[in-house]
């Protein structure tokens, strides 16, 4: 009696590990559901999307470097909230495709007229000066004229520089030739000032040149395609708030399905092996609790099962009367 006590202790203490066990799972399996919708198929069919999905959607960033976001297909039965993540999802893989496509073609662009600039802009600074010295040149013969005036009093004089002029006659006319060269010089230096001035306020009157209309072109089909990356951005960070919304609803929908006597009823159906149909692992990790649990209730059950075979006292056979 003794060893039988004993060894129903054990079999008592296997019992109850088995019975906290269908108490305990339901509860993990509810965490799991909590945590991943989608680690379980149920026949409501409001579980059929990946959590994951909106991690991958939410890292996506429309202003870093990096691929477009994956596409996806769905082959079972969709909800209306499932139906609503996948059109946003959908257009939200579109726009990043597209935004991906546009980066690169914008790059390819920015190379190409940061080349095309350093020829544009030394023609434009080249018509420029031009432009300047163009406004000067009216000035030139008669500075041309005073200053061979004013040589040929130096020469007269037998001079080589106006300190050296005697007073008198020749002194003063290279006075006066001097200050009138002043003059017109001032003239010369107003012109080729106001020539600047009007230049730096009109740079497109020296960006005619085929060259430079092509180089502008291009700056332009940049500058467009800058626009449209930035309305691309824009609409990335709508539906960002799009999809979380819709997957709050999804997500809402799904936790309202399940509670913890669901997967109660779940976890009895793994622990003896019996297959409810409603409920199934829709997950690796789901699938190997299940096979753990099941694991457990057979050997669990096999042990007790032994035990109380070999242990059980028997009677001592009956003595035959002659």
Request: aromatic share 8%; no cysteine.
């Given at each position: 009696m003794p060893a039988f006590a004993k060894n129903t202790r054990r079999e008592a203490f296997v019992g109850v590990v088995f019975a906290l066990s269908l108490v305990i799972m339901p509860w993990v399996y509810e965490l799991l559901w909590y945590a991943h919708p989608d680690y379980f198929r149920v026949q409501a069919g409001v579980n059929v999307l990946p959590t994951e999905l909106y991690s991958i959607a939410g890292e996506y960033s429309a202003y870093a470097d990096?691929?477009?976001?994956?596409?996806?297909?769905?082959?079972?039965?969709?909800?209306?909230?499932?139906?609503?993540?996948?059109?946003?999802?959908?257009?939200?893989?579109?726009?990043?495709?597209?935004?991906?496509?546009?980066?690169v073609e914008l790059k390819k662009r920015q190379i190409g007229v940061q080349e095309e600039y350093k020829s544009f802009e030394a023609s434009q600074w080249n018509q420029y000066e031009q432009f300047v010295a163009k406004k000067g040149l009216e000035f030139q013969p008669e500075i041309q004229h005073l200053t061979g005036a004013m040589h040929l009093i130096l020469k007269q004089a037998g001079v080589a520089v106006p300190e050296q002029l005697p007073t008198g006659p020749l002194a003063v006319a290279y006075a006066n030739l001097n200050v009138e060269l002043a003059r017109v010089q001032f003239k010369l230096t107003t012109a080729e000032l106001d020539a600047r001035v009007y230049g730096m306020g009109h740079l497109t009157d020296f960006q005619k040149l085929a060259p430079q209309q092509e180089y502008?072109?291009?700056?332009?089909?940049?500058?467009?395609?800058?626009?449209?990356?930035?309305?691309?951005?824009?609409?990335?960070?709508?539906?960002?708030?799009?999809?979380?919304d819709a997957f709050v609803a999804y997500r809402n929908a799904a936790l309202e399905t399940l509670g913890y006597w669901d997967f109660f009823y779940f976890s009895v159906g793994a622990a003896t092996t019996a297959t409810f149909g409603d409920i199934a692992p829709n997950s690796k990790v789901v699938r190997i609790l299940v096979c753990l649990q099941v694991f457990a209730s057979i050997a669990g059950t096999g042990f007790v099962m032994s035990r109380l075979t070999r242990d059980r006292p028997t009677k001592p056979p009956a003595e035959k009367t002659p």
């Open positions: 990096g691929p477009s976001l994956p596409p996806m297909t769905l082959q079972s039965e969709q909800d209306d909230a499932a139906n609503k993540i996948l059109s946003i999802y959908r257009q939200f893989q579109a726009t990043s495709v597209m935004l991906s496509t546009k980066r502008l072109k291009h700056y332009h089909e940049v500058e467009t395609l800058e626009k449209e990356i930035f309305a691309l951005q824009e609409s990335t960070n709508k539906f960002h708030g799009q999809l979380y």
